[in-house]
């Protein structure tokens, strides 16, 4: 009977020494892995923390005036550009102009034209350009612009013409043919001294 009590203590007493090491064991491990954990993390915090400059006060600020000859230069690019552009706009309306349109069909038939410019009278360059003043609406025609023909020679034409109101006939006053320095009256071409353009 004692024995059996002694041998059943025993147990009991080598149960608990072993529940008790486990539990230290596992104690430690949970320990070291939680150290381990919060290393490595204030490991990957730090790099972050060091990589960002502290916020200073006393650093000089960028001048605004320092770039004012680049930004003169790019606004004097931009309104060049816009300039141009519609110029060439108009340009264009003037050239399409019905008036224009007529009056190269009478250039291609005048004889003092073809005479000295040849066949195949059009615009010379490589862009036609219209200079001066053409406002139909407001009756008045005051153009300057350049043709060649087939005889590779460039010629001069000039129309000036106006008119009071819509109902009435434009009024040439001048329309004439400038080449090498010589000019030609092409009114004398023709009967009729108007410009009927509605």
Not at 172 to 197: A, G, M
């Amino acid at each position: 009977m004692l024995r059996t009590i002694g041998i059943n203590s025993l147990k009991s007493s080598s149960r608990f020494v072993i529940s008790s090491a486990c539990h230290r064991t596992l104690m430690s491990t949970t320990m070291r892995l939680n150290s381990s954990t919060n290393t490595t993390a204030s490991e990957e915090v730090k790099p972050l923390m060091t990589r960002e400059k502290p916020m200073r006060i006393d650093r000089e600020l960028p001048d605004p005036r320092a770039d004012k000859k680049k930004q003169w230069a790019g606004f004097a690019v931009f309104v060049v550009a816009i300039s141009s552009a519609l110029a060439i706009i108009f340009n264009y309306e003037k050239t399409e102009n019905p008036i224009i349109s007529d009056t190269l069909y009478q250039l291609r038939k005048s004889k003092i034209t073809k005479e000295w410019l040849g066949e195949n009278i059009e615009f010379d360059g490589i862009i036609p350009w219209v200079y001066g003043k053409l406002n139909p609406v407001a009756g008045i025609i005051n153009i300057t612009f350049y043709i060649k023909g087939d005889k590779n020679q460039s010629g001069m034409i000039r129309l000036v013409a106006d008119r009071e109101n819509r109902h009435e006939e434009f009024l040439i006053h001048e329309w004439s043919l400038t080449v090498n320095d010589k000019k030609f009256d092409l009114l004398n071409e023709s009967p009729s001294k108007t410009l009927n353009r509605n």
